[in-house]
Nanobody, 117 residues
Framework: QVRLVESGGGLVQAGGTLRLSCAAR???????????WGWYRQAPGQQRELVAS???????VYSDSVKGRFSISRDSRRKAVYLEMNNLKPEDTAVYYC????????WGQGTQVTVSS
């Protein structure tokens, strides 16, 4: 059974940097590689939103709120997806999750990112 495990969150001051990691445990490479992957976030009282996505061909799409500050990448050998977050703002505070962009898997526990002003 596939399990998504996110890590790397924490408390950081505005302007700081974090790198999130997501491991797709139990997923075989032939399933991981063709999938488009994304990072989502959910702030308190708000719906989960997709903030960054990466296709199997390497194309990226970012929401306007994070464009120019966040960078998504993947490691097919490790079956992992990463999110580099720079120049963090208080409004980036949320629980961050990774998942496929379509045909989503069961959600992991997420990783909390808190940005103080």
């Amino acid at each position: 059974q596939v399990r998504l495990v996110e890590s790397g969150g924490g408390l950081v001051q505005a302007g700081g940097t974090l790198r999130l990691s997501c491991a797709a445990r139990g997923m075989i490479t032939s399933v991981f590689n063709p999938a488009d992957w994304g990072w989502y976030r959910q702030a308190p009282g708000q719906q989960r939103e997709l903030v960054a996505s990466l296709t199997s061909r390497g194309n990226t799409v970012y929401s306007d709120s994070v464009k120019g500050r966040f960078s998504i990448s993947r490691d097919s050998r490790r079956k992992a997806v990463y999110l580099e977050m720079n120049n963090l703002k208080p409004e980036d505070t949320a629980v961050y999750y990774c998942n496929k962009v379509s045909n989503t898997l069961d959600w992991g526990q997420g990783t909390q990112v808190t940005v103080s002003s």
